[in-house]
């Protein structure tokens, strides 16, 4: 009766937001010796509610270090007024050792090693009374690290005592025969079996910090067994709920495999339905009308038909189509140094509104990213700003200078993604050769700015006719063409990975053909502009179409697009390039190299390509997806089972123009502004999170 009234107290103050005045003039003292989160919050957040002062007490910096013990600790506690103390520490039954000690404090127990958490319990119980009316006659199978969880443990005692039937299911190794013993409740280690006409499932995380071994193989292995997937929800009863105690993103115990309400009613974050959108994964051969689930951050099912647990969010997506979020490995972001163009901030934004979920910044900054400081400070940065993935790309060499290598170990270690000098080339083959040799030691690319600059000299533009006919100095297709072989000789000699930005000319592509074919470890990345535009588009010296390497002719052109079908080329980045509008206002001379490109890529290829009949919808997207993240050695672009949810949800085929409220970019260098696309990117999704687009 007395676990019935506290339910009932807790829906009663529940029911509304006022501040209360019960425990005015107290103070409770958090008392942590273990981290939390949630727990320590809401003791704060309750006992504020109700009036009470409140002590957070920082144990790793209190006299507990110093070897005071822990009822003198206790009793200093009491000396300063506290009338409550919760408590968590990581020895089981503390509690009952200290609390007949103490002479005026209450001691609340926020959790105590492997054996109890009531107060989670108690939470339990009031959610399960608000979606179930009563617990009494209910099924609840408990599923997990049993053996380990002081959650099970209350829950068992909690749930048994209101009436319900507690049903415990894990491997052997998480559910041994002498805890089936110590509770009396029913057991199994098969899952099937044990959530059959269940009305809740209660999912367990393993709990790695309390285990003084590995119990259980991979991850993998634990989610093709235990995982709930939407597939698995029918066996339980109609209207069944699902929990889970708390929000673990990094560990992800159960492969990110099932769906979890949050106690309290309250949707956990990160877990939601796709449902209804026609969804295209290359990567996993789907093509057809789908719900994707998502929990704790990580794809858990992809099925024609699932049922949805109560409270769990649903994002329509019916008559869209959704696939993998895109991959862009060679952007410009300019932060440091170049801020009046662009900042990681609006760069991100950018690639949200282009569908990106990870980008690749080059070290072309002010100063150049040569150093693990500023990979780090980018890293940072960009986590401060936005949900979309950063990953710096450290320079080659000190400087850009071309002369010493930087510390690639270093930069590695310190977040970057791959090695460049992008915006300038390594002139010097030893040099270059060096690099190659290093990087392939620590396994990292070197994404490769092909470009001969004493064949450039001044050019401005393809030397082709419209650079004859505008009177203005070109750049011979040479000046690509034999770094590019150079380079690409270099790869298969030192065995270092090399991976060509900005392909432009037929003959660069002759050249990834011929060492690819002589099994060089090389890939290469084109530029939608250089799909879609040539020489021809400068026009009368519009600086929009000035870009390097520089927009050639059409037999370039068709040679891109026929080497990216068949594979020479494997995939797509932007080389998102942003300036601001007065040095693009210059004349064409002077003005600088480059446009912005992540916002419409996507939608310009779509509807170039695809709404043509040219290719394929699985084509393009892989070439956005898993290619470019191939071509970095990562696994992203899928939404595999356990894969990062991250997606795009996209309308496509009504006609819009697409305006420059479109841009994400600080900059609106665009030569598409004013054209009419026939898709636009409607969602972003990162890790189970809408990101505004």
């Not at 400087?399 to 000098?421: P, V």
């Amino acid at each position: 009766r007395d676990l019935e009234r506290l339910v009932e107290t807790a829906l009663e103050l529940k029911a509304t937001d006022e501040p209360r005045g019960d425990l005015s003039g107290l103070t409770l003292a958090n008392l942590f010796f273990e981290a939390s989160t949630r727990t320590r919050a809401s003791f704060e957040q309750a006992a504020r509610r109700l009036g009470a002062d409140v002590l957070n007490l920082d144990m790793g910096a209190s006299s507990v270090v110093k070897g005071e013990s822990l009822v003198d600790t206790l009793h200093t506690i009491e000396s300063v007024g506290a009338r409550f103390v919760a408590m968590r520490h990581a020895a089981s039954g503390v509690h009952e050792y200290v609390a007949p000690r103490l002479t005026s404090a209450s001691l609340l127990n926020a959790g105590d090693g492997r054996h109890q958490h009531p107060t989670q319990a108690l939470l339990d119980c009031v959610t399960l009374h608000e979606k179930l009316g009563s617990i009494e006659g209910k099924t609840i199978a408990i599923v997990g690290d049993i053996l380990h969880s002081r959650v099970a443990r209350s829950n068992i005692a909690a749930f048994t005592k209101l009436g319900a039937r507690v049903r415990l299911v894990g491997p052997r190794t998480m559910l041994p025969q002498t805890i089936v013993d110590a509770f009396g409740v029913d057991a199994t280690h098969d899952l099937a079996e044990g959530i059959a006409n269940a009305d809740v499932v209660y999912l367990l995380r393993i709990q790695l910090e309390r285990q003084a071994r590995a119990i259980y193989g991979s991850g993998g292995e634990y989610h093709r067994h235990y995982g709930l997937s939407t597939k698995r929800l029918d066996v339980l009863n109609p209207g069944a709920i699902v929990m889970h105690p708390g929000d673990q993103r990094r560990l992800r115990p159960h492969g990110g495999d099932a769906l979890a309400l949050r106690e309290g009613g309250v949707v956990r974050d990160g877990t939601i339905v796709i449902r209804g959108g026609h969804v295209v994964d290359p990567s996993i051969g789907v093509d057809g009308v789908r719900d994707i689930t998502i929990f704790e951050g990580k794809v858990s099912d992809i099925d024609s038909t699932s049922s949805v647990p109560h409270g769990v969010e649903v994002i329509d997506a019916s008559g869209n189509h959704v696939f993998p979020a895109f991959v862009e490995i060679h952007a410009h972001l300019r932060e440091p140094g170049g801020e009046a163009s662009e900042t990681i901030a609006t760069g991100l934004r950018a690639a949200a509104k282009g569908g990106y979920a990870h980008v690749f910044s080059m070290p072309n900054t002010t100063p150049v990213t040569d150093s693990a400081v500023l990979v780090r400070y980018q890293v940072d940065r960009a986590r401060e700003a936005s949900p979309v993935s950063l990953h710096p790309v450290g320079s080659v060499t000190t400087g850009m200078n071309g002369e010493r290598l930087t510390d690639f170990a270093a930069l590695r270690e310190a977040g970057a993604g791959a090695l460049s000098d992008d915006g300038l080339p390594v002139a010097n083959a030893g040099v270059m050769r060096s690099a190659l040799s290093c990087a392939a030691d620590l396994g990292m690319v070197i994404l490769d700015h092909c470009e001969d600059m004493s064949l450039t000299g001044d050019g401005v533009m393809h030397d082709g006719p419209t650079a004859a006919r505008l009177g203005l100095p070109g750049i011979p297709r040479s000046s690509e063409a034999t770094i590019v072989a150079r380079d690409a000789a270099l790869a298969l000699e030192t065995g270092g990975r090399l991976h060509v930005c900005h392909v432009s000319t037929v003959d660069s592509v002759e050249a990834i053909r011929f060492f690819k074919s002589r099994g060089a470890p090389i890939t290469a990345e084109v530029s939608p502009h250089h799909l879609l535009f040539t020489e021809e588009r400068v026009g009368r010296f519009d600086t929009h179409a000035k870009m390097k390497p520089p927009l050639c002719e059409e037999r370039d052109r068709r040679a891109l697009i026929e080497a990216l079908e068949d594979g020479t080329i494997d995939c797509i980045a932007t080389d998102h390039a942003p300036h601001s509008p007065a040095s693009k206002a210059q004349p064409f001379a002077q003005a600088p190299f480059g446009i912005v490109g992540m916002e419409t890529a996507f939608v310009s290829l779509y509807s170039a390509f695809v709404a043509s009949g040219a290719w394929t919808l699985p084509f393009l997207i892989e070439k956005m997806t898993t290619a470019p993240a191939k071509c970095v050695s990562r696994n992203w672009g899928t939404l595999a089972d356990g894969a990062s949810g991250d997606l795009v949800i996209a309308s496509l085929g009504d006609s819009r123009t697409f305006s420059d409220a479109d841009l994400g970019s600080k900059s609106v260098n665009c030569p598409w502004l004013g054209e009419t696309f026939c898709a636009k990117i409607e969602r972003l999704v990162i890790a189970g999170r809408t990101v505004t687009v």
